[in-house]
């Protein structure tokens, strides 16, 4: 949601052409309508830090009569840089695509104007978004937190959308642990006394449009209470203990930090898949006994090895690795779980 596109505080002196929500967003569907968006050569939008300018915008035409209107139109605010000497002003990929499509920008575009190739090429380096799937399918273990309040960051649309972008894109990535903002213990562990105004969400929970609002924190206790530094450090020492008591459970409570004792180890190593049989894709389940160093593979039933799916040391405990077998055929696959004292074999059956 680059520079607030769907719409950003009214206070925020950085943005001052684009406050309130866009008229061309649904915060209940979270679509968009371009059909007022206009190129206004006269808009000047200024380098990012200042020091410099460029002439010509994009904006909604909110109240259609052709011309650009301050306080009434929405105008759009890139991203100015400064690259080679020259100046560029990075719309959204979604925006840049429509502008282009409708043929907004002049015959001869001005030196701001980056083609769409470039474009895409500046998002890929500055957007995370595009990166989630990439970094969970190195870091499988990856402990995940949002921590975001009902009045966070400079975006003003009521439905948060960068906030449900980013929390779902990590659960659709079947990341191990995705939680938004931190459990409410945490928080009062660290404020010194009860808050049950605090969110307290079970990680991994389903959020959309209509439920996101009431998961997150409250932005008049943040100010009045507690603020987003205290939040943030909740954050951070709740992971912080999951990591090290490998909890992923959807609740924590009491703190695991002041636990004298680790977690119940289990008496043997399991192996299980999920489902079984599976249409490309399944979640492997095991636990181990000791910690110690571990190889996942699998192989098909002619003992021929397919894929390595983890390779390292672990600790003693629950773990779950998720299996995508879209490129293969049909058929039984073995799946392999081997440590230093044992080795177990799970077969999984493909079905197309």
Known sequence: M???????????????????????????TGDWDFSNLKWDPS???PLLGGGGNVSGSLYIDEDQDEQVDRGTDFIFYPLVFKLNDTLKAFYSERLHTEALNRNLFP?????????LQENKRFWRLRNGEYWIETVVENVPD?????????????????????ILNQYNAFLNTACRFVRLNPDRSYVES????????????????HLDRSTLSNSLEPGNSITDRFNKVTVAA???????????????DA???????????????????QLTSCPNPFNSTTRISYTLNHSEHVQLDVYN????????IFNGYQHAGSYSRQWSAEQLPSGIYLIKLKTDHSVLWKPCTLVR
């Open 301 to 308: 039933i002619r003992g021929q090895h397919v894929q390595q």
């Open 251 to 269: 609740q924590i409570d009491p703190l695991t930090g002041v636990k004298e004792s680790a977690p119940a180890i289990p008496d043997a190593m």
């Open 2 to 28: 680059p520079q607030a596109e769907a719409g950003a505080k009214s206070e925020n002196t950085l943005r001052p052409f684009n406050s309130g929500v866009n008229p061309a967003y649904d915060p209940q």
């Open 234 to 248: 909740a954050g951070a020492c709740e992971l912080a203990d999951r990591v090290h008591w490998n909890n992923s």
């Open 142 to 162: 990856l402990f995940f937190m949002v921590v975001a309040s009902d009045t966070d960051h400079v975006q003003v649309a009521p439905d948060h959308p960068h």
């Open 43 to 45: 808009i000047q939008v």
């Open 190 to 205: 660290l404020l010194g006394y009860p808050l049950e105004s605090a969110s307290d969400n079970d990680a991994g929970m």
């Open 107 to 115: 015959a001869a575009p001005p030196d701001h104007i980056p083609d």
